[in-house]
């Protein structure tokens, strides 16, 4: 079978030489396994260190009601926008890795 041609040919390719590389052995513990399974996509609590830290402070003074809906609002709005700005910056200083810098 010819091994060069595109994505067609690779797939036929492909489908002769693996096509019994997977038991039912294996699709039956991906079944069990994949029930667990869990992907975060990024968010506040990715970026880490002192902005999230201050971010879930404003979080729990609004949660004890030690400030009203509009302040926290208006607070946690602008925490998020420097926690924001402060890991793209990260990431262009670190060549798109996330990485935090010590501020």
Known sequence: ????????????????????????EIIQAYHQTIKHVFVSSPGVQSMGGKGYEEFESVIQRYLANQIRTEPFIQEAGS?????????????????????????
Not at 15 to 21: A, Q, V
Not at 93 to 103: D, M
């Open 79 to 103: 925490k998020l926008r420097l926690m924001i700005l402060e890991n793209q910056q990260g990431r262009l200083l670190h060549g798109g890795s996330v990485k935090q810098i010590p501020c």
């Open 1 to 24: 079978m010819e091994r060069s041609g595109g994505l067609k040919n690779w797939l036929e390719v492909y489908k002769h030489d693996y096509r019994y590389s997977i038991s039912a």
